[in-house]
């Protein structure tokens, strides 16, 4: 994904909530990561198919050693910016900025691939090797592409979190049982850096408005310390509704 377009996405996933848009704009991030994996998917497709005619039509290697030289100086610069932009990904847990950083990491691969088999091609003499280390290194970058794929596109669908993550939130939710009677109808999922989890709370008839809406901050403030973009939503229903309802 190239630099203004990685801004574009993340611009539109950061705007604020609207009439049209009343949950956010996070899904642009999952958009714009799903896109991007499919490329390096069709990347990867077409990196085997000029592989494939390479290995049944070789043909002389010129100036090897310059072309490792240029790959491997090329892998370093992508390895170091693919680390900044890696980091800054989890810190803000955006999936346009991971798929950017698969992007890049995917070039290392390719670039020392390369790098590699024009080294073994200049060693050997053996041409078919550059063809078949070609198709090896796309089968790698498009298996990374395929786990990236897997994390941007289920939220589109609006899957729930996964498993452990929800049972840190109902964790933290039932450190405060000794205060409410039980919970349920728990629901999660994820739309780009954002999380949105909503459940009902069921407390004792007695207690006061007050005393709930203190409640609910409490475990609403734990929840963003865990997820800090979390949107929390909590419906609140009196014991009696709960026996009758």
Known sequence: MPPSSLFFSLR???????????YGH???????????TLLIFVAGIWIITESIDKFFNPHEIRLPMLGIGVMVLG????????????????????????SNALHLYTDVFTS???????????LTGWLFLDPIIAILTA????????KLLKESFPPLMDQRL?????????????AHQDEFIEFHDFRSRRAGAEEYIDFHLVVPSEMT?????TLCNEIEKEIYDFYSKAQVLIHLEPEEERIYS
Not at 12 to 22: L, Q
Not at 26 to 36: D, Q
Not at 209 to 213: G, S, V, Y
């Open 162 to 174: 996964s498993r452990k993550e929800e049972a840190e939130i109902k964790r933290i939710i039932l």
């Open 12 to 22: 539109i996933s950061g705007r604020p909530a609207d009439e049209d848009h009343p």
């Open 209 to 213: 408005i007050e005393t709930a809406h």
């Open 75 to 98: 892998a370093l610069i992508n390895f170091v910016v693919s680390r900044i932009i890696k980091r800054a990904a989890d810190k803000a847990n955006s999936v346009a900025m991971k």
């Open 26 to 36: 996070g899904k642009a991030e999952n958009i714009a990561g799903t896109i991007e």
């Open 112 to 122: 020392l691939g390369i790098a590699f088999s024009l080294l073994l091609v200049h």
């Open 139 to 146: 089968i790698y970058i498009m298996y990374e592409a395929f």
